[in-house]
């Protein structure tokens, strides 16, 4: 059976004035995988990201969500939801405002949001957590609130934008199996974008390597790390210790199951 298309990204471009940032860009996302934009700072992976949520004008080219041309679609109208560096939580909002936010502006009756909120906080384990504010969380409480708040809208889509890259090594080891167990368990799309070679290889079901607003190789992280298609690649996946590579994508597999 054929794995069904969630976002299609067709002959994209993206300049800023006589700057070209993405040239001819095309690219499917399937329903229910972890695909990672991986690629050096200013290679345009953030805005390859931020284009797919409406947070940024496509110049040419359409971007499809759903078999639903979006292309001139508010971000606000699209069935997406990102996640930032900073998480943007709001800090006078308690987690149990902080999820709820979304749903309150659609005015959502009052049980269903009661409902789907503590659903959502049970899904990443934080029930108990509803009066504390953000500044009384660690780093990964408030990166699985930002997380919960975008799962209560039941889009089909989350976009993560280097969501790890202000945790500390050992708290991020963590939050990429976390955060691989959540997608996994959600059976939600995953868009994640990072510059991190071994994070891209640890939690991806498939990576696409961006290099001057391109995507220079699509594949499973097996494929990439086996068969770098070109010198860019194969430099820059070089410096991962494959024994590593190799025990990380067995424990992820084992936890999977």
Known sequence: MDKRVLVRLENVDKSFGDKT????LNLEIYEGEFLTLLGPSGCGKTI?????????SVTNGRVILDGIDVTNVP?????VNTIFQNFALFPHLTVWDNIAFGLKMRRTPKKEIARRVKSALKTVHL???????PAQLSGGQQQRVAIARGIVMNHKVLLLDESLASLDLKLKREMQTELKKLQRKLDMTFVYVTHDQDEALTMSDRIAIMNAGKIVQLGTPEEIYAHPKNDFVKSFISDIDLINFRKTRLKRYHDEK
Do not use: V, W
């Open 48 to 56: 390859t990201l931020r284009m797919i949520a409406g947070l940024e």
């Open 127 to 133: 029930s108990g957590f509803e009066d504390r504010f």
């Open 75 to 79: 971000a606000a109208k699209r069935a």
């Open 21 to 24: 940032i993405i040239k001819g």
